[in-house]
């Protein structure tokens, strides 16, 4: 079966860094893709990484290492409303077939 | 990213109802997927809606409690049958789009309540 691993739960306070880790192992790999949804609402796209290597986008990054199965979502400059769920999903096959995801990290941050 | 739109967002149905979400994308988009969300659980696809042909469903899932159509390239709408109070759950909708690494975005969900 399809394995996708990562905390149940984390806390952090404003300003902090936190590292949201995600290991995986699937019969198959294209892509890695993080996650951001809020209470209520729907998931939101974050990053995305197909190749080893760090990803940057504003406060956010995304780091992968395919040989270790292993990717992380790195949050800077933590504010409030980061408090969240983040979801890590596998992409198993080409492009144009659908996601497998984890159970999701809810994210909390205090002030 | 697309704009996906969901109808209806939320609704109560008693049991044994059935209820069709509609999936609505601001262009045309090759692939379109559904998933569920149970209370407090990741997301599970249900079924990638194929465009001018039957659904895929994925293990656990069947056509005729999970009914599929995608007339369009731009439009796709899920039943959910003869419905229980297991049913409950929020259905979304994502589409794929193929800029910056062909990403999977979700239309904002319909929240699904079956008393």
């Known amino acids: 079966g399809q394995n996708i691993d990562q905390p149940t739960e984390m806390t952090a306070t404003e300003g902090a860094i936190v590292q949201i880790n995600c290991t995986y192992q699937t019969s198959g790999f294209n892509g890695l893709f993080w996650y951001q949804q809020h209470a209520g609402e729907a998931p939101t796209f974050l990053s995305y990484n197909v190749l080893d290597g760090l990803e940057e986008k504003g406060r956010f990054s995304s780091f992968l290492s395919r040989s270790k199965g292993y990717s992380y979502l790195l949050l800077k400059e933590l504010q409030m409303k980061d408090s969240a769920s983040y979801l890590c999903?596998?992409?198993?096959?080409?492009?144009?077939?659908?996601?497998?995801f984890g159970k999701g990290t809810t994210l909390s941050v205090s002030s | 990213s697309a704009v996906i739109s969901q109808k209806p967002s939320r609704d109560i149905c008693q049991r044994g109802t059935s209820l069709t979400i509609q999936c609505q994308v601001d262009?045309?988009?090759?692939?379109m997927f559904w998933y569920r969300q149970q209370p407090g659980q990741s997301l599970t696809l249900i079924a990638t809606a194929n465009q001018g042909s039957e659904a895929t469903y994925e293990s656990g899932f069947v056509i005729d409690k999970f009914p599929i159509s995608r007339p369009n390239l731009t439009f796709s709408t899920l039943t959910v049958s003869n419905m229980s109070p297991e049913d409950s759950s929020i259905y979304l909708c994502?589409?794929?789009?193929?800029?910056?690494?062909?990403?999977?975005?979700f239309g904002p969900g319909t929240r699904l309540t079956v008393l």
């Open positions: 262009s045309q988009v090759t692939m």
């Open positions: 999903a596998v992409r198993l096959n080409q492009a144009g077939t659908a996601l497998i």
């Open positions: 994502s589409v794929e789009m193929h800029r910056g690494g062909d990403t999977q975005y």
